[in-house]
């Protein structure tokens, strides 16, 4: 039975994707079609919040005016899948920037606009992330799938920071959806050859970091 390190479950895998590849073109197409992803610079507001655009560029447009463009952040962990975050970006005189400061401090975003794609600011009420497996992978998809039903879970039972879920039924899900990567990183670890480069994105060879926190 392979050991996995609570170590891996730490880290953040995804990021902006390097370049608009036909896998990225694709599910674009899929999410918003008709509309082209654009690369936008971060400029973070001093007053804005991590995970919350919405009130944040809703605040830069009550204080200067502009327009709330929204749209999904598209992510990449390369390889492995292709995500969607439903997400919103401030547009003033035609230009869009993205003000809304980012866990890993990404400077550059790939932003798909989708006008359809409104946000509920009474119930607070957000779209759950788009995934999609690069295919190279099995274990990809019944994780993907163990995610979407947490996050259809939470938002279903769920009004701005109030949740109505059991405990004990939220944990179960948070398990699977553990479980679930686990699987992915047993599943990766298998095709990494030790002189690759880590899936962690670290930049290392794979038998210099990620390695040994997955006994095969």
């Known amino acids: 039975m392979p050991a996995i390190s609570t170590e891996l479950f730490k880290k953040s895998y995804t990021t902006t994707p390097k370049a608009l590849n036909s896998a990225i073109i694709d599910f674009c197409r899929e999410v918003s079609p008709g509309v082209k992803p654009r690369y936008l610079p971060v400029r973070p507001d001093p007053i804005s919040q991590p995970s919350e655009c919405f009130n944040n560029v809703m605040a830069r447009v009550s204080k200067e005016g502009g327009n ?17 975050e439903h997400h919103a970006v401030w547009e003033s005189n035609g230009v869009l920037v993205d003000i809304t400061p980012h866990v890993n401090g990404e400077n550059e975003i790939l932003f798909l606009p989708d006008p359809k794609s409104t946000y509920d600011f009474v119930g607070q009420k957000r779209r759950i992330n788009i995934k999609r497996s690069h295919g190279r992978f099995a274990s990809v998809s019944p994780w993907i799938a163990a995610t979407d039903v947490l996050q259809e879970t939470i938002e279903r039972r769920s009004t701005g920071n109030t949740f109505t879920i059991d405990r004990d ?3 179960a899900l948070a398990r699977n959806v553990q479980n679930s990567l686990g699987a992915v990183f047993v599943d990766i670890a298998r095709h990494t050859r030790p002189n690759d480069r880590c899936f962690c994105l670290s930049g290392r060879k794979f038998k210099k970091c990620c390695s040994n926190l997955v006994q095969l």
């Open 169 to 171: 039924e939220l944990a």
């Open 68 to 84: 709330l463009v929204y749209g999904w952040l598209v992510w990449e962990w390369p390889n492995v899948f292709i995500e969607a």
